[in-house]
Nanobody, 126 residues
Framework: QVQLVESGGDSVQAGGSLRLSCAASGYTYSSYSMGWFRQAPGKEREGVAGVDSAGSTSYADSVKGRFTIAKDSAKNTLSLKMNSLKPEETAMYYC????????????????????WGQGTQVTVSS
């Protein structure tokens, strides 16, 4: 059974940094596409960052230059380093994974992914 478990969410001041992690079990995703999404109350889930089977990355325009997505194949984990956080980025952050290799395309589309974690809360105060 595939399980994705996020961690690292916390409450921080605006301008602060956090590093989210996603641990995968029952699934070796080293060559599969994965992504980070977030959802604030009353809003749709939005793609934040993705990485495909070739290691190519994609970021939402709002986070480019501040967020970094990375896979650690040895540890079977996915991370998201977030710098210069803003209050409007307060949301539940989710890790997602595909059930197979893929290359390019829209890595920020929720419909692309087959597995989802339960989320980790990030709260940014002003």
């Amino acid at each position: 059974q595939v399980q994705l478990v996020e961690s690292g969410g916390d409450s921080v001041q605006a301008g602060g940094s956090l590093r989210l992690s996603c641990a995968a079990s029952g699934y070796t995703y080293s060559s599969y596409s994965m992504g980070w999404f977030r959802q604030a109350p009353g809003k749709e889930r939005e793609g934040v960052a993705g990485v495909d089977s070739a290691g190519s990355t994609s970021y939402a325009d709002s986070v480019k230059g501040r967020f970094t997505i990375a896979k650690d194949s040895a540890k079977n984990t996915l991370s998201l380093k977030m710098n210069s956080l803003k209050p409007e980025e307060t949301a539940m952050y989710y890790c997602a994974a595909e059930n197979g290799p893929s290359y390019g395309g829209n890595m920020l589309s929720p419909g692309r992914y087959d597995y989802w974690g339960q989320g980790t809360q990030v709260t940014v105060s002003s």
